[in-house]
């Protein structure tokens, strides 16, 4: 079973930056895909970005017009999103999800089997 714990998450202002981590454990095998979520009260939940934990190919939703980085560290069980230029429009939980082996579909929600609890990020104008 993984298990995906989320920290970093917080109150920032507008323009400011936030980092999220994810922590993973219980991966069979060392070629998996994570990714980063969030869902804002009212709306669906819709993808940030995507990480191969070999290789690491990432993959970014068209609407953050670069201002997030998905990375992974060393031991490839903890992928980071690193949030600059934060809008009032980023306020949401976000969520770290996983799958095992390789994704062709690592921004869609229901690629991901394996989710965290969720860490929320709130931007004030």
């Known amino acids: 079973q993984v298990r995906l714990a989320e920290s970093g998450g917080g109150s920032v202002q507008a323009g400011g930056s936030l980092r999220l981590s994810c922590a993973a454990s219980g991966f069979t095998y060392a070629s998996n895909t994570m990714g980063w979520f969030r869902q804002a009260p009212g709306k669906e939940r819709e993808a940030v970005a995507g990480?191969?934990?070999?290789?690491?190919?990432?993959f970014y939703a068209d609407s953050l017009e670069g201002r997030f980085t998905i990375a992974l560290d060393n031991t490839k069980t903890t992928v980071t999103l690193q949030m600059n230029s934060l809008k009032p429009d980023d306020t949401a939980m976000y969520y770290c999800?996983?799958?095992?082996?390789?994704?062709?579909?690592?921004?869609?929600?229901?690629?991901?089997?394996?989710w965290g609890q969720g860490t929320q990020v709130t931007v004030s104008s």
């Open positions: 999800a996983a799958t095992h082996g390789v994704s062709i579909r690592p921004l869609m929600p229901t690629e991901y089997p394996f």
């Open positions: 990480i191969y934990t070999v290789g690491g190919n990432t």
